[in-house]
């Protein structure tokens, strides 16, 4: 099954001439790890924005989990984020007052679908997560974000996108502020949380050491037509 489905995508932002994304054709299916890679500024950020539907965009140019994202309207796009997609931001933007444990349960809050799925009640699951992720629920979840290392905040980002399972995770260059060890290690448990789950992982990423990590690497430069200029 096809998770994420791009056809003729053409991109600029609103009130700029020059498109920054321009894909004849991507896809990602079901269970599948994908990096896509490729420099900084040459534009993955932005189809990270397509696909989650932040940005606007023609009928028919994105597909995700089988629903034309431009057709929907902007509340209806926010919904569907919430319900099918976990994200894992550069930065992190965790909650910095509220908890580890509680920002990992802000999805949930907002899609009843993925709480639905769970198996367990939503603090069991939460510190479930924390445990697999390799933190201690009894301190490290109680831990406002903002007292956390810059590592123990990543994997609380990968805790919250994961939480009711969502079909697709987007990953937006999370290592980069981890240095060699640690990035292999946040990989290694990330995977694992992604093939028990059975969702779908596009990350996007400068770094070219991470590829041994997914089940296939595209390179953006290639896959973007706009970065034989842009780049």
């Not at 099918?84 to 509220?98: S, Y």
């Not at 390799?134 to 956390?148: K, R, S, Y």
């Not at 992604?194 to 990350?203: H, P, Y």
């Amino acid at each position: 099954m096809t998770r994420i489905s791009i056809n003729d995508l053409s991109f600029a932002w609103p009130g700029q001439d020059q498109t920054v994304v321009s894909i004849d054709h991507f896809s990602l299916e079901a269970g599948e790890r994908l990096l896509l890679q490729g420099p900084s500024g040459s534009g993955k950020s932005t189809l990270l924005s397509a696909i989650s539907g932040i940005t606007s965009l023609p009928n028919g140019a994105v597909e995700v989990v089988g629903t034309d994202i431009a057709k929907l309207s902007s509340r209806r796009r926010d919904q569907f984020r919430a319900d099918h997609l976990g994200m894992i931001f550069q930065v992190f933007n965790l909650i910095p007052w509220m908890s580890a444990r509680e920002n990992i349960l802000l999805p949930i809050t907002y899609s009843k679908m993925r709480k639905a799925r769970l198996q367990l009640s939503p603090q069991a699951e939460a510190d479930r997560l924390l445990k697999a992720l390799g933190l201690d629920p009894a301190t490290v979840g109680l831990q406002p974000a903002a007292n956390l290392s810059v590592g123990q905040q990543q994997r609380v980002a990968a805790a919250r996108a994961l939480i009711g399972s969502p079909e697709v995770i987007l990953a937006d260059e999370p290592t980069s502020a981890l240095d060699e060890r640690a990035k292999h290690r946040f990989m290694d448990v990330l995977n694992q949380q992604v093939q028990d789950t059975g969702a779908s992982l596009l990350m996007v990423s400068h770094d070219e050491t991470l590829g041994r990590h997914f089940d296939r690497v595209v390179s953006f430069e290639k896959l973007n037509r706009c970065c034989a200029v842009a780049c």
